[in-house]
């Protein structure tokens, strides 16, 4: 297809100043200033967001914000949305310019095969074709819908689906065991299981089967399940026990009714979706996020600040966004939230190592060029990963210009742990040898750091402001972000606890079946009343550039996924021979996520090559390859508080190099003669 001819390119947020002028009469000097205001006068600037991105609703919101509470701000009061709704208004427009919703490759197709396309209007088919099916076996606004699913268009298209009749959207990936899986979907009581057969990953099919059986038979429920037939495997012993139909036949409708299908206008705080984020005691907690407050909070950090177009707008004509996520993490939801504006999105589903056995099924090095020849099939324009991810291409001295065209890429994105100054001077590198364009010979870096807590970011890009490596550009518009001390004020140029002060539309509206908001409360409030505690470390710089320093708390971050560290001891302390255990993950700055796990083992077992497979299976099997820890010790004890706690932060900041005498306080720990064990093992990391 031609582009037509147009002016050069205007970034996005720079259209959103020149709007504000024209439309409201407002002008900063500088950024600092406009992002003031947004924090300052939240209710003009989320009415000006409504206004700047043309949400529609059949009845008028009575206020923006009734009042700047934290739980419990009642955003756009009386308005009706869906988040079907704002992606499908899309279709004529975007089918109309060429261009299609949704391209995917997956291991097998990009080593191969062909992509796969899923057109506006095939995308509005299915997405009616199988709401209507929901319908038909009760599904009520308010039900829950459960996926089993990997990052494939069928994803999506249930998503959608589900969401369009008001139901209630959760997804876990298919690399998550059982037990994982259970303690999410358990708490929500599902009314409809989608699942898939099997899927492939780092070259091989792990055949999911037996794993949906299990959910189906641990989930009372449940009355009907949807197979999706992901592998073509034989799915007879999950029909055997559950109510089941084919994924493709509950898709196909294409009649008068499918023509007609439009979603449910809903309230502007109905339930959208309900995502998990571990803390490091209890089960998993079920975040419900609202329709209105997702879409309004990621139309405007996609396009404001992630600089992601509409693909059939003349200044981002072509526009083509792809983030590599798993189903598992946040970023599989911004990774379809680039439907929200029109903007085709390009998705990859497998190992972003590409495949790590060969046709005999021998272990081989990962392929760190797969994402980047994946791009340059798709014609990627925006492409983001996990800062892992860079860190790993760095590591193997991947050459882009081995990777096929990547001409059309004018922006780099990056989350789920800091970015290393060194990662992001190796891309910037890359991309000035390719210089395909302008926008290569400088490529520019969207850093951003939000979290699946409330379905956003934080801090992260600005198209034009500079740039500098380890950094993120600056705090986000509607974002009263600050980095607090121990004393609760705000500081510059130190580091201290991410806050945020005032609401945004898209934070929580509860956890599911959290009686009295306490879990809530105690998750972000506990520390200062009305005020959002991330917990993360933040610097603000006198110019605004932020750095995150990783987690303040205890939780695992392993490649961009939270984990708690209770999910973990469930899964270790079910060892018979483990009589206690601590696992602590030391990524900060960038540096490679580097997790030790330390066991305390029955009298007479030793942890041997045997012990530490065992370990790792358990971890493998309950929870994801992905949390299998880089080191385990055997120790004594593990260090406690008087009252039974384990000491997770106390031990990570010794471990991070903090001395003793500042992380802890031995008077009252239950053992403190146990530290000098720790103490020595922080030492000999220090020296090498």
């Known amino acids: 297809m031609t582009k037509p001819q147009t002016p050069p390119y205007v970034p996005q947020i720079r259209l959103y100043q020149n709007w504000l002028q024209t439309q409201r009469g407002l002008t900063f000097e500088s950024y600092d200033a406009m992002w003031r205001w947004s924090v300052t006068e939240l209710e003009d600037f989320w009415q000006s967001i409504w206004d700047y991105f043309e949400l529609q609703s059949p009845t008028p919101h009575t206020a923006v914000l009734d009042a700047r509470k934290m739980p419990g701000a009642n ?79 069928e994803a999506a298209v249930a998503f959608l689906a589900t969401v369009s009749i008001g139901g209630v959207w959760s997804i876990c990936a298919p690399d998550m065991g059982t037990n994982s899986v259970l303690d999410r979907f358990r708490q929500i009581e599902p009314k409809v299981l989608i699942a898939c057969d099997g899927v492939t990953y780092g070259g091989r099919d792990f055949d999911r089967v037996a794993v949906v059986a299990e959910l189906c038979a641990a989930l009372p429920s449940v009355r ?28 196909a409708r294409n009649d008068a009714e499918t023509a007609a299908f439009e979603p449910l206008w809903l309230p502007f705080d109905h339930p959208l979706w309900i995502v998990y ?41 072509g526009e083509r966004y792809h983030w590599y996520s798993s189903t598992g993490w946040v ?13 085709t999105c390009c998705i990859f589903d497998g190992n972003p190592g590409g495949s790590t056995v060969d046709a005999a099924g021998n272990k081989v090095a990962p392929d760190w060029t797969t994402l980047w020849r994946f791009a340059a099939d798709m014609g990627v324009t925006f492409f983001g990963a996990g800062a892992a991810f860079f860190a790993n291409c760095l590591k193997a001295n991947v050459d882009l210009r081995t990777c096929g065209d990547l001409s059309s890429v004018r922006a780099l994105g990056t989350t789920g742990s800091p970015l290393s100054a060194e990662a992001q001077a190796w891309g910037t590198q890359q991309f000035a040898r390719l ?129 708690g560290t209770s999910e973990l001891y469930s899964a270790v302390e079910a060892l018979p021979e483990v009589l206690d255990s601590m696992v ?105």
């Open 331 to 343: 970023m599989w939801n911004a990774q379809i939230s680039g439907l929200l504006s029109g903007t």
């Open 224 to 251: 009907h399940v949807i197979v999706q037939s992901n592998l073509g495997l034989d799915t007879s012993a999950i029909q055997k026990i559950a109510n089941c139909a084919d994924y493709t036949k509950a898709t």
């Open 75 to 153: 955003w756009f009061a009386g308005a009706q949305v869906n988040y079907a709704q704002q992606v499908l208004r899309h279709v004529d427009a975007a089918h109309g310019a060429g261009f299609s919703a949704i391209l995917s490759h997956n291991e097998k197709s990009l080593a191969g095969g062909t992509h796969r396309e899923l057109t506006w209007p095939e995308l509005r088919r299915q997405v009616a074709s199988l709401a209507l099916h929901l319908k038909a076996q009760g599904v009520q606004p308010g039900d829950r819908v459960a996926a089993y699913l990997p990052n494939i268009p």
């Open 435 to 563: 210089a395909g364009s302008e926008a290569q010979r400088d490529i520019w870096w969207c850093n951003i750091s939000g979290g699946t807590d409330f379905a956003g970011a934080f801090i992260g890009g600005h198209r034009e402001l500079p740039q500098v490596a380890g950094e993120m550009q600056c705090r986000l518009m509607g974002c009263a972000v600050e980095a607090w001390n121990e004393q609760g004020q705000p500081v510059v140029d130190e580091v201290g606890e991410l806050v945020c002060s005032q609401p945004i539309p898209s934070m929580p509206l509860y956890f599911w079946g959290d009686e009295g908001n306490k879990r809530y409360l105690s998750s972000y409030f506990d520390t200062y009343p009305n005020v959002w505690r991330h917990g993360d470390w933040l610097k603000v710089g006198q110019h605004g550039g932020c750095i995150i320093y990783g987690r303040s708390d205890a939780t695992i971050n392993r490649h961009g996924l939270r984990m």
């Open 584 to 688: 602590v993950d030391l990524e900060y700055l960038g540096r490679e996520s580097y997790m030790p796990l330390f066991v305390v083992l029955r009298e007479g077992v030793t942890l041997d090559d045997a012990m530490r497979a065992k370990l790792v299976d358990a971890i493998r099997t309950a929870l994801s390859p992905r949390f299998v820890p880089n080191e385990i010790f055997q120790v004594a004890e593990i260090p406690r508080t008087l009252s039974g706690k384990k000491q997770e932060l106390p031990i990570k900041k010794l471990l991070l190099g903090q001395p003793i005498e500042k992380v802890v306080n031995r008077e009252a720990m239950a053992n403190p003669d146990c530290l000098d064990w720790y103490v020595a093992l922080a030492k000999a990391r220090l020296v090498h």
């Open 277 to 317: 984020s571990s803390g490091t005691t209890g089960l998993p907690k079920p975040i419900v996020h609202g329709h209105g407050g997702t879409v309004i909070v990621a139309l405007a950090l996609k396009g404001l600040h992630n600089d992601i177009g509409c693909s059939y707008d003349p200044n981002s004509f």
